[in-house]
């Protein structure tokens, strides 16, 4: 199991280019956590208590308005890795984690971090380096979303969601997981009602099917253009 944990631990971005000296702390100190579908792993507000790899399952990462509703910034799936912001400064949770069905993740004590990090000044650095690639991704994505229709905005995110999380073969991607209206909904920030007029319209012109509770999108670049089309109309 030993062996294993530093498998996953050196898969993990954050930590590419570790030496085997390094992660071998880190990986006894690790321990597998599991969560039951709808499960908190934790809160905004709370005390950061350590990193966290997806191993199975999917997590959501949100954040809740003043008047109640939720805003989902990212669906991670095995391999990703969070909650690394509120470990290195220390500071409360910004987010929320939520288990969105049965869900396994290797946690690793902010202390153990602490310790590899401090002994191993280059990967400390590559840690760095990769927060403010994250930063930068995430501010050209507020900024696009900022200047940009709903009708766009959706069509980008359904982009990338079959990028990350679809199955693609050709031009053509098939979600491999379930979203629903909800959840594109909680992405973008919207109602529900507000999703299903615009996922009706691009079903309509053919660039997003519904099977069952699926999605396939039959021509990416196309979807793509769609966004790119409408960002550059304001809608």
Known sequence: MQDDKTRI?????????ATEESLAPLARASTVRASEPGGEIFSAGDEADGLRVVLSGQ????????????????????????GE????????????ATAQEATRCLF???????????????????LVLSLCELLRRNLGTITGFAFAGLGARLARTLHDLALDHGSIEGRTARFERRFSQQDLAQLL???????NKRLRALEHDGLVIREGVRLTIPDLPALAARAEAEEGLGG
């Open 59 to 82: 997590v959501r990462i949100w954040i809740a308005g003043s008047d109640g509703r939720e805003l989902t910034l990212a669906f991670l799936e095995p391999g990703d890795p969070f």
């Open 108 to 126: 690793l004590p902010a202390m153990a971090v602490d310790r590899v990090l401090e002994a191993d000044p280059a990967l400390a650095r590559h």
């Open 85 to 96: 912001i509120a470990l290195l400064d220390g500071l409360p949770r910004t987010a929320s």
């Open 9 to 17: 631990i050196r898969k993990c971005h954050l930590f590419a280019g």
């Open 189 to 195: 920030g919207v109602t529900r009602e507000a999703v």
